[in-house]
């Protein structure tokens, strides 16, 4: 059964950078049926998309948050990975590592999931 | 970017009603790229529609998403206790993803 695990620090300072982990078991990161992402949640908010990548490393970023973020994909580890710089407490959230099915069409929706890691900025 | 507004912001209804959910999207998608998620407190949120229409594994028949261009629709024909939750409509035809505010189906 297919499980993602976010990992990574709870707490973060302003300026800093963000860093997290997504591990997937149950299933290979290697397969090139999917992509694999993040959304993001701030407290009694809605969601927000932060970006993609494949497992070839091809990946796409909200321009919203492009200048900050990096993606990054460790297929030896079964991995993949979020690094947001510069953090203000506009980014404390909750962070989801998702990943993406492919439709009939060829267009990519979100099937999965993880369960989620409360990361907070703050001195 | 395409803007999805969900619309009511919240539903109050009772266990055995109908409950039908609204999203809009700023521009026409392309085809219809849209899904439909259930969170509830403290939890992930979970597929239920993709591409308008389709039911995700394991989802009971009792849920159903319609719609195609601006306009799309979630319909819980009667509400379970368990459907009680926030639902967020989702594109996905248009770089950048984006999410609806979301809907809020409380008990009345």
């Known amino acids: 059964q297919l499980q993602l695990q976010e990992s990574g620090p709870g707490l973060v300072r302003p300026s800093e950078t963000l860093s997290l982990t997504c591990t997937v078991s149950?299933?290979?990161?290697?397969?090139?049926?999917?992509?694999w992402g993040w959304v993001r949640q701030p407290p009694g908010k809605g969601l927000e998309w932060i970006g993609s990548?494949?497992?070839?490393?091809?990946?796409y970023i909200n321009p919203s948050l492009k200048s900050r973020v990096t993606i990054s994909i460790d297929t030896s580890k079964n991995q993949f990975s979020l690094k947001l710089s510069s953090v203000t407490a506009a980014d404390t959230a909750v962070y989801y590592c998702?990943?993406?099915?492919?439709?009939?069409?060829?267009?990519?929706?979100?099937?999965?999931w993880g369960r989620g890691t409360l990361v907070t900025v703050s001195s | 970017e395409i803007v999805l507004t969900q619309s009511p912001g919240t539903l109050s209804l009772s266990p055995g009603e109908r409950a039908t959910l609204s999203c809009r999207a700023s521009l026409g998608l392309s085809s219809t790229y849209l899904a439909w998620y259930q969170q509830k407190p403290g939890q992930a949120p979970r597929l239920l529609i993709y591409s308008a229409s389709s039911r995700a594994t394991g989802i009971p028949d009792r849920f159903s998403g319609s719609g195609s261009g601006t306009d799309f629709t979630l319909t819980i024909s009667r509400l379970e206790p368990e459907d009680f939750a926030v639902y967020y409509c989702q594109q996905y035809g248009s770089s950048p993803l984006t999410f609806g505010g979301g809907t809020k189906v409380e008990i009345k």
């Open positions: 998702v990943r993406r099915d492919r439709e009939s069409s060829g267009y990519y929706y979100v099937d999965f």
């Open positions: 990548i494949y497992y070839s490393g091809s990946s």
């Open positions: 149950g299933g290979s990161i290697s397969s090139g049926d999917y992509f």
